[in-house]
């Protein structure tokens, strides 16, 4: 154990992961629910230290304790969830455990993803690093894999290449966006700021029409192969890391 960890009260950083009030929780220590290191836990008051270990050192009715924040993860986003808390049909929060959904703090989506898009989507309590990746200082590059409705014309390169191209309704040309050519009507993109729908408005401002979404990287983490959409799993400090690497 650190002796920098943060510590918590025992109540508060079960009922912080959604496991219940903090009469709840005391009842669950008094039960002998919580079990830390073999022992149970009757104090729900006590203070504990609250290190990234600590899943795999306390068990809350037999099972491995939630991780504690700060939580990041990396989730493949099927197509038709939504990235939103509140909007009307399945979001990608109904993805997750739904404990989960009651932690404080919350988890969010860093940037969004449209509905009908696919791929690697990240989330995280940690307020600072969602900034960090997003800022346009940190200028992490975001790949899609693009399906086209026409074939492609040949010029797309240059013109998204030139940082030109202005899109309808904004006022300030796109940055140059890579491009390479899978095949007449595939092609991979990657972008290095977010706009609004923005690889749908540029194939829409290239005259194209993008009939499927796929997005594979993320700074310099890749959408792992064996990720089902659908599934997520807990990023390391390692796999934060490859975020700010060079894609
Ligand atoms: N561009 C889009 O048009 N949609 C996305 O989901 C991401 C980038």
Redesign the pocket.
């Known amino acids: 154990m650190s002796a920098k960890a943060p510590t918590a009260r025992l109540d508060k950083l079960l009922a912080n992961l959604g496991y219940g009030s903090r009469r709840e929780i005391a009842g669950l220590a008094r039960a002998g629910a919580i079990v830390l290191d073999g022992a149970a836990l009757v104090d729900a008051g006590r203070r504990i230290a609250v290190t990234p270990d600590l899943p795999a050192r306390m068990t809350v009715d037999g099972e491995a304790l939630d991780p504690p924040p700060h939580l990041t993860l990396m989730l493949h986003k099927p197509l038709g969830v939504t990235c939103s808390h509140k909007e009307a049909g399945p979001l990608v929060y109904g993805l997750l455990p739904v404990r989960w959904r009651r932690r404080d703090p919350a988890l969010s989506t860093v940037g969004?993803?449209?509905k009908e898009?696919s791929g690697l989507l990240l989330l995280t309590d940690d307020g600072a690093l969602l900034h960090r990746i997003i800022a346009p200082r940190a200028n992490v590059a975001k790949r899609?894999r693009v399906s086209l409705d026409r074939p492609l014309n040949g010029n797309e390169g240059a013109i998204l290449a030139s940082g030109t191209l202005v899109l309808e309704d904004d006022d300030r040309p796109l940055l140059p966006v890579g491009f390479s050519v899978e095949d007449a009507t595939h092609a991979t993109v990657t972008?290095h700021e977010g706009r609004y729908?923005?690889?749908?408005?540029m194939f829409a401002a290239l005259g194209n029409h993008?009939t499927a979404?796929h997005?594979d990287r993320v700074g310099g983490l890749d959408l792992p192969g064996d990720l089902e959409a659908g599934a997520y799993r807990v990023m390391g400090e390692d796999d934060v890391a490859k975020v700010f690497a060079a894609g």
């Not at 729908?197 to 408005?201: G, K, N, Y």
């Open positions: 969004r993803l449209d898009t899609y972008l729908h923005q690889v749908r408005r993008v979404l997005r």
